[in-house]
């Protein structure tokens, strides 16, 4: 008995070893970080050691603050457009790539290249593409007697615009993970079904879908957390102070505009605040939904 607790406290202390690294990193990088913005939102706060408690006057002032409001209903609206189709499209190329084909390490291989690029350069490579002037896209309208738009520029569209990105740049993850989850479907199932005639559609809502949806549950709230957390394509398509920005700036974007840029750090660690308290709840009614549909 003495030899086994030995042997179990042994194991316990290697255990705190080599998970010490990943926890003191998620720590310092991710929680203590995340602490002090909850602690700087309740304060007036330039960053250079200028502080001054202020209690809830930030966020009373951000329930007041229309571009508040605003952002809330652009990023609201980038997650009803995109989250769908980057859903969609994920499991429909996760399960072409789940086939036997020839090429199929190619394909996955292009679909996964958005994942390893710079979002910075994926974001010039789209602003060339979109460019109303010169663009790749506008081009090929005009060749097909279509007329140039205003991709980035016009506020009616512009947001269009970031989805397409936002789609573009999220399958690619999204079909690896999905993948992972349709290798794990046994083949039985499959010749089972194939021996009782049903057809491929079929098999797709009868053994696919059913069988997948944990994998694809993780797929959803990532991808909601990962689409209201919307930036790098806003920051580097859209131009500051113009029409289109007020259609297409979302919170993560006026966070960095009043922290960075208008140098009001407690005020804008409360919109980052109020942003997290949205996706805390959301992910809660996900966690809460799941039961209706996931199937463990």
């Known amino acids: 008995m003495f030899k086994q607790q030995k042997y179990d406290k042994q194991h316990l202390i290697f255990g705190y070893l080599f998970i010490a690294p990943t926890a003191l990193g998620l720590f310092f990088l991710n929680i203590w970080p995340a602490i002090q913005t909850v602690i700087l939102s309740f304060q007036q706060s330039t960053g250079f ?20 409001w605003q952002s809330l209903f ?40 958005p994942v390893v690029a710079a979002p ?37 569209i512009v947001i269009t615009t970031i989805v397409i990105v936002g789609i573009w740049s999220a399958v690619g993850y999204n079909m690896i993970l999905l993948l992972s989850g349709l290798q794990e479907i046994p083949k039985d199932y499959y010749e089972s079904a194939t ?60 966070f960095y505009k009043h922290s960075f840029i208008l140098n009001d750090k407690g005020y804008g660690s409360a919109i980052v605040v ?14 809460k939904l799941q039961k209706k549909w996931v199937n463990y």
């Open 74 to 113: 652009n990023t609201t609206l980038y997650v009803i457009l995109s989250v769908p189709a980057i859903i969609a499209l994920s499991l429909i190329v996760a399960v072409l790539m789940n086939q036997k084909i020839k090429g199929l390490s190619i394909y996955r291989t292009i679909y996964f290249l």
């Open 120 to 156: 910075s350069a994926v974001a010039m490579l789209w602003r060339w593409l979109f460019n109303s002037e010169y663009g790749l896209i506008n081009i090929l309208l005009k060749k097909i007697g279509l007329p140039a738009i205003s991709w980035m520029t016009d506020p009616n």
């Open 195 to 254: 021996i009782d005639g049903a057809t491929p559609v079929q098999q797709f809502f009868k053994i696919t879908l059913p069988l997948v949806t944990p994998t694809l549950f993780f797929v959803v709230v990532t991808t909601v957390i990962g689409a209201f957390q919307v930036f790098d394509v806003i920051f580097m398509m859209i131009e500051p102070g113009s029409e289109a920005m007020l259609h297409t700036e979302s919170l993560a974007y006026l």
């Open 274 to 287: 109020f942003l997290l308290m949205i996706i805390l709840a959301l992910t809660g009614i996900q966690m």
């Open 49 to 68: 050691g200028n502080t001054k408690f202020v209690g809830l006057k930030n966020y009373h002032h951000l329930l007041g603050d229309s571009e508040v």
